[in-house]
């Protein structure tokens, strides 16, 4: 679940890991095992310039919860301007920045999990983890600054970070 070299180099450059010492980086047996997968999707149709301008989602169903055809989310949606494009079912393809993101927080979570010595059964709180790092860390998408930064317009804080 740690942040790659290039984001570190990237994090110092912009003055904000402090006055740590930068060290190159030990090739991470539990990057690789967590890392593992299948094929890659396709690439991405819509480049987002702002944040919330296109929001993407990774969904199940069926779901135990009714939703009596979805009329208060569907009224919702449309009261704010915002147009829904469903896929079809099991072609992830069609939502591959979603699932991209799904993937990395897979990894990360399996990285610490198996870095950490813990069962699977600690898998919801690593993926909180891996999300609030995720956030803090520069993203080639948005020009190498972190969600966190493009969100609120500050740098990320990292001094509960060790």
Request: charged share 25%; net charge positive; proline share 4%.
């Amino acid at each position: 679940g740690h942040v790659s070299e290039r984001g570190l180099v990237e994090l110092a450059k912009q003055g904000l890991l402090g006055k740590e010492k930068l060290n190159k980086l030990d090739f991470c047996d539990n990057c690789t095992l967590g890392k593992q997968h299948k094929v890659k999707f396709g690439v991405r149709v819509h480049k987002s310039t702002r944040p919330f301008e296109y929001v993407r989602s990774d969904l199940w169903s069926p779901s135990s919860v009714s939703t009596h055809g979805g009329e208060q989310f569907n009224e919702f949606c449309r009261k704010l301007g915002i147009k829904r494009h469903k896929t079809v079912t099991y072609t992830s393809q069609q939502n591959g920045l979603a699932e991209r993101m799904n993937r990395t927080l897979l990894e990360r979570v399996r990285c610490m999990l198996l870095g950490a010595g813990l069962p699977k059964s600690f898998w919801g709180e690593a993926v909180n983890i891996a999300t609030y790092l995720i956030n803090r860390c520069p993203l080639t998408g948005i020009d190498l600054k972190t969600p966190m930064e493009v969100w609120s317009g500050k740098p990320a804080d990292y001094s509960n970070l060790k």
